[in-house]
């Protein structure tokens, strides 16, 4: 059974700096890997979407990268801001299904 | 923006009570999902559907229904509420293949009190 884990679980950085969010899966066999952003309250947005025959994807600010042999992903945020702050959930596609990690709450401080 | 509706956003109810969470899409996807997430936790995938006529139960065993009669619609239903039913349902669909992404709705936040 695919587990994805998210590490940290909860992140807060001063405006302006660059920061990482982790994310780990156990079934390597999977079509793809996806990051969203949960705003409180709120449904999921999709952010980027790596598929497995890839190794990253960039979008704005945002770097996302894939190393499917050893179960890994990153999202790479370039000079946040506080309209960053949300929870990022990592999610890895199997058989037509996602499975999600507990998410990241990331904070960003003024 | 994705074009995926659901209604109501926010509901409190009584224990017992018959309740129907609509879920909409307007993009002809075939694969749709309700997922439930309490509130911290992560998302739990509770039914699935590959297209009319289809319904499968997901990862996370749940006492709702659903149906889909028709691409662009697929309710989830519990016939009779409970406070353990209180929880956060986010409603998604996706093209089938399995190398799309899957766009979410807002959520439907249910109390059962």
């Known amino acids: 059974k695919q587990e994805v884990t998210q590490i940290p679980a909860a992140l807060s950085v001063p405006e302006g700096e660059n920061l990482v969010l982790n994310c780990s899966f156990t079934d390597s066999a999977i079509y793809n890997l996806q990051w969203f952003r949960q705003d409180p309250g709120k449904g999921l947005t999709s952010l980027l979407l790596i598929q497995s025959s890839q190794r990253e994807q960039t979008s704005g600010r945002l770097n996302a990268s894939l190393d499917k042999s050893s179960g890994r992903s990153t999202l790479y945020i370039a000079a946040s801001q506080p309209g960053d702050s949300a929870t990022y959930l990592c999610a890895v596609s199997g058989n037509e299904k996602l499975t999600f990690g507990t998410g990241t709450r990331l904070t960003i401080i003024p | 923006e994705a074009d995926i509706y659901q209604t109501p956003r926010y509901l409190v109810i009584g224990t017992g009570k018959k309740i129907t969470l609509e879920c909409s899409q307007t993009m002809g996807h075939d694969k749709m999902y309700w997922y439930q997430q309490d509130p911290g936790m992560e998302l739990h995938l509770i039914h699935y559907s590959y297209g009319v006529n289809s319904t499968e139960k997901g990862d996370l065993s749940s006492e709702s229904t659903v149906s889909r009669i028709r691409t662009e619609h697929f309710p989830l239903t519990l016939e009779s509420a409970r406070p353990s039913h209180t929880s956060q349902y986010l409603c998604?669909?996706?093209?089938?293949?399995?190398?799309?992404?899957?766009?979410f709705g807002p959520g439907t936040r249910l109390l059962v009190l």
């Open positions: 998604a669909s996706g093209l089938a293949g399995g190398l799309e992404t899957q766009y």
